[in-house]
């Protein structure tokens, strides 16, 4: 009795009224935060509302999983580009990153000891004489 | 870069320093530092010395007659610190000999400008 699910040939009056029983398939794949629906992270637990803010440029994010982004199946770490309200669960921000290799190279830069050049003083170039060598050159 | 013309009884000498190109300044040289001239071209020797007051001097002359007109020659001076080597250019042409046909020194005059077209 309790094994019945939905979409199964029983009656209704014998399926599950549990929770889980009255959730569709795409609306269980929603509630994960890895939607099946194709717009990425719509319904994903604590996302914020959109902002509605039409400058708001998209930031870069790693996916932690495979996930539909804009109706294509991207891979688990792959990068996307998003909006902070299509942010979810399985999205890993990337910026604190690229801020860190960053400040690593400035840093490598500036413990670098800078290079000194040779120079020629010209100013006092002295030009003298010798007796003129005798052997042709090779 | 430096450009020079080598005759066969010419010797070159220029001081050597070190400078900081961030501020210009010349630096002191550090204890040990050991500078080496390399030469392009066998017919041309080029050397560091010390000249009297110790300092390092870059020397350039001749070491054989040119047997061809030899342009372009490239020296470099480096040092043991790595520092930014320093190069010049070198050329090394035959030196006329008795009876040879040689332009003298050039001069400027005017004449009228020619009336009758080109053939």
Not at chain 1, 9 to 19: C, F, G, I, W, Y
Not at chain 1, 107 to 130: C, F, G, K, N, Y
Request: glycine share 8%; net charge negative.
């Amino acid at each position: 009795m309790s094994d019945a699910r939905p979409g199964s040939t029983v009656p209704n009056a014998l399926r599950d009224k549990s929770e889980y029983g009255k959730q569709t398939h795409i609306e269980r794949l929603n509630g994960t935060g890895n939607p099946a629906d194709g717009t990425g992270t719509i319904g994903a637990p604590g996302a914020p509302p959109p902002s509605g803010d039409p400058d708001e440029e998209p930031l870069p994010y790693h996916l932690l999983a495979a996930a539909f982004h804009d109706g294509v199946f991207r891979r688990a770490g792959e990068t996307v580009w998003l909006l902070l309200h299509q942010v979810g669960a399985h999205h890993a921000k990337i910026e604190a990153v690229i801020e860190e290799v960053v400040e690593e190279v400035i840093d490598a830069t500036l413990d670098r000891p800078r290079r000194r050049a040779i120079v020629l003083d010209v100013d006092h170039m002295v030009v003298s004489t010798q007796p003129a060598p005798r052997g042709a050159g090779p | 870069m430096i450009t020079i013309t080598l005759k066969p009884t010419d010797v070159y000498t220029w001081p050597l320093s070190i400078v900081d190109p961030a501020t210009g300044q010349t630096e002191p040289l550090p204890a040990g530092e050991v500078f080496t001239a390399t030469s392009t071209s066998p017919a041309v020797l080029a050397t560091v010395n010390a000249a009297a007051d110790g300092s390092p001097e870059l020397v350039v002359k001749a070491a054989t007659l040119p047997d061809a007109n030899t342009l372009g020659i490239k020296v470099e001076v480096t040092d043991s610190t790595g520092d930014v080597a320093v190069d010049l250019t070198v050329d090394y042409p035959v030196p006329a000999a008795p009876g040879d046909i040689t332009l003298g020194p050039a001069s400027l005059t005017q004449q009228p400008a020619p009336t009758a077209p080109g053939p």
